[in-house]
């Protein structure tokens, strides 16, 4: 049952680095204010990083604090790589850890916060270690089958711990909810959107449509993977709805005069709604936000876990959709010899669609978002 705040509150949401942060802590933030317009809701963000203009085009205020994380790849490659910025880096850590704090402690003392709630990301330490000190009620959100650093350190101090995966009672003992991760409201019936979606992106509409997503800046090796097989695409009979990110696409435009006609590119597509709508099979990389949009809109997905991300969760993520035969996974040193040809197979294999789009669906939680204000009301009504 959807809960209504009586009277306006004042939240503090902190998190941000990646999207798979940012747009979960956005959705919440908009469920509160649906609740009651008049609450205040304050985002804090690392200065520099994306949150800090994503945030204020979804009508929120943002603060910055100067926070950033530890440099965790082997002390030699980076000495001899790197030199004295890696070591300054991480000698400044502790100075940037502690000025956030006092930082949050007076942001905390202004706005007079009746929640804390952290995202993860490296910003949400502070602000979260702030309430604690000040006895502020206080909650975070992980989207990973493996916490981070910070979530896992104020985990079991925090008053609730929200979680996307079944597998987490083992970092998080007390007050943890599964209750899935929030993701954006018009993505949770699509169906209907199809014939609009084919027109949005003028696409064919008699072909199947792979969907390519690497992130909003781009994945080289997925990039690589289309490159590399141009000649294989353009005799199939299928159709490549492809984002190539920010990052790569002049780039890429550069030899588009070799792109057959059923290749459609674009930077960025903000209109995820019809993407997915349109879409047979997605090839994406393994971030928590991707997963829970995916298992919401329960599209077949063949997963290409970034190597480059810190502790390797996006590995863990994709593995434990593996498990239940839900995705296909395709590691990132084999994707530009195997991943376009693994997406064919699998088209032409009707049954491997129909149990992969079944499997997914299967741990769709499309009511995340409600059930966490609903939790959070709860929390402030103590």
Not at 288 to 315: M, R, W, Y
Not at 342 to 348: D, K, V
Not at 363 to 379: D, E, M, Q, Y
Request: net charge positive.
């Amino acid at each position: 049952m959807k809960k209504l705040f009586n009277e306006k509150i004042n939240v503090i949401i902190a998190g941000g680095g990646t999207g798979g942060h940012i747009y979960p802590a956005i959705a919440v933030a908009k469920e509160i204010k649906k609740r009651n317009k008049d609450s205040n809701i304050l985002f804090l963000g690392s200065i520099g990083r994306m949150e800090m203009n994503i945030v204020p085009k979804h009508n929120f205020n943002i603060k910055g604090l100067w926070i950033s994380g530890i440099k965790r790849t082997s002390f030699l490659s980076n000495f001899l790589f790197l030199g004295m910025s890696f070591l300054l880096k991480n000698f400044l850590f502790p100075i940037k850890l502690i000025s956030s704090i006092i930082r949050s402690l007076v942001i905390i003392n202004s706005f007079k916060p009746d929640l804390v709630l952290g995202f993860g990301g490296y910003v949400s330490g502070p602000i979260l270690i702030a309430a604690l000190l000040n006895k502020v009620p206080s909650a975070i959100q992980e989207q990973n089958s493996f916490p981070g650093i910070t979530n896992r350190y104020l985990g079991n101090r925090v008053n609730l711990v929200f979680v996307a995966f079944n597998n987490m009672r083992k970092y998080f003992h007390n007050n943890m909810f599964c209750y899935g991760n929030p993701v954006r409201s018009d993505l949770l019936n699509i169906t209907h959107l199809k014939k609009d979606a084919y027109n949005f992106f003028g696409l064919d509409s008699e072909k199947k449509t792979i969907l390519i997503i690497g992130g909003s800046l781009g994945a080289k090796t997925i990039n690589d993977s289309v490159l590399l097989n141009l000649s294989l695409i353009k005799n199939s009979s299928f159709q490549i709805l492809w984002q190539t990110g920010q990052n790569y696409y002049e780039e890429i435009m550069l030899v588009k005069n070799s792109f057959s006609n059923n290749i459609q590119t674009i930077p960025y597509i903000n209109e995820m709604k019809y993407a997915y709508a349109c879409s047979d099979i997605v090839i994406s990389r393994a971030g928590a936000l991707a997963i829970s949009e995916l298992c919401v809109v329960g599209k077949a997905v063949i997963f290409v876990p970034s190597p480059n991300v810190v502790e390797d969760h996006q590995t863990k993520n994709a593995l434990s959709l593996k498990s239940i035969n839900a995705c296909e996974i395709v590691k990132d040193i084999s994707a530009k010899k195997d991943l376009i040809k693994t997406a064919f197979n699998i088209l032409h294999d009707k049954k491997k669609m129909y149990l992969l789009e079944k499997n997914i669906s299967s741990l769709a939680k499309p009511n995340a978002t409600k059930k966490i204000v609903n939790k959070l009301i709860s929390l402030k009504e103590q």
